[in-house]
């Protein structure tokens, strides 16, 4: 659903039934032609969900048309050199592809376009349903590629960075889930389980900071619903003892051993993202002086799902 309209019961039943169905067929899959098929096949359930009746919302879907169709070429030029080449470019352009389609730097020209153009539920759907295929698909080409490390820290200095100057949510959201992705790609290194651990974080925060979101505004007249959506950009700017620093923690411990160097655009890059997480939680402050007893309450439930998580960082490690 986007740009205004609502797509019917039934279209919109098939578009998540194929949706679902691509994402099982491209995890099951035993061959990288059949995962690059399910991947296809999700693309088209995706643009059905996304597309709306305005110029607006048609553009972004034709951007991620582009986008995506983009980096399917790439894995499938891999796939198809394998019989002339080594192991290494195929590796390489499936790679690469994948980091096409998840928005990874310097391949993220597309996301904060596309997301201008959608609603926020479509926002959430595209940043986070539509990247668990290639981010799992990663975990089995990037680990050890020189491609991965050089994604992994540059996303997250270019969406620290670039968010700094956002003035609307389309543009936060793009620039912190650049950040984001850069964060998942560095848990890719050690492999599924640290990444699900990182993931979940992620998800649950910013799941709760668009649910308290009403449409695309402008981050200098926002005064938030009341305080709970600052709580959760506390934890997607991975401030302690919110869900997003554990999930962080996860994952700078893990680069460690793997790559000691990938620490420091990890660390920068988080220190600086947290200046527009604070730009935009000041607005909220200063624009709603009272805090509601619904975020007042919500205080203590993300509080307390902190502690299982902190307590499970070592069953991931």
């Known amino acids: 659903m986007s740009g205004g309209s609502k797509l019917s019961i039934r279209n919109f039943s098939f578009s998540w039934s194929l949706v679902v169905i691509s994402i099982i067929f491209s995890l099951s899959s035993p061959t990288w032609f059949g995962a690059w098929v399910g991947m296809e096949m999700n693309l088209f ?6 597309v709306g009746s305005t110029k607006q919302s048609v ?34 352009c499936l790679a690469l592809g994948l980091m096409v389609k998840v928005g990874a730097a310097p391949f993220h020209f597309w996301v904060v376009e596309v997301l201008k153009g959608i609603r926020v539920e479509c926002m959430w759907f595209l940043l986070t349903v539509q990247k668990l295929v290639p981010l799992m698909l990663v975990t089995q080409v990037g680990q050890g590629s020189w491609a991965l490390f050089v994604c992994s820290g540059l996303s997250v200095l270019v969406g620290s960075i670039s968010g700094v100057g956002a003035t609307s949510l389309s543009r936060l959201v793009g620039y912190s889930s650049i950040a984001h992705t850069g964060w998942s790609l560095a848990a890719c290194i050690s ?16 799941t709760g900071f668009l649910r308290f979101s009403k449409g695309d505004w402008r981050l200098s007249s926002w005064g938030g619903e009341g305080l709970a959506s600052c709580f959760f950009l506390f934890s997607l700017g991975g401030f302690p003892p919110f869900l997003g620093f554990f999930g962080k ?43 509601t007893t619904s975020s007042s309450r919500l205080l203590v439930p993300m509080l307390v799902m902190s502690v299982p998580y902190l307590m499970g960082m070592h069953l991931v490690l």
């Open 45 to 50: 359930g995706a643009v059905a969900l996304m």
């Open 59 to 92: 553009d972004s879907v034709f951007k991620y048309f582009f986008a995506q169709s983009f980096g399917s070429s790439v894995i499938i030029m891999g796939l198809v050199m394998g019989g002339w080449v080594g192991l290494g470019p195929v590796m390489a």
């Open 191 to 206: 492999g599924m389980s640290v990444l699900w651990f990182y993931l979940l974080a992620y998800w649950i925060s910013l």
């Open 249 to 291: 923690l996860a994952v700078m411990v893990a680069v460690v051993g793997a790559c000691p160097l990938l620490l420091i655009p990890l660390a920068v890059g988080s220190v600086v993202s947290w200046g527009y997480y604070l730009f935009v939680v000041s607005f909220s402050v200063i624009q709603s002086s009272l805090v």
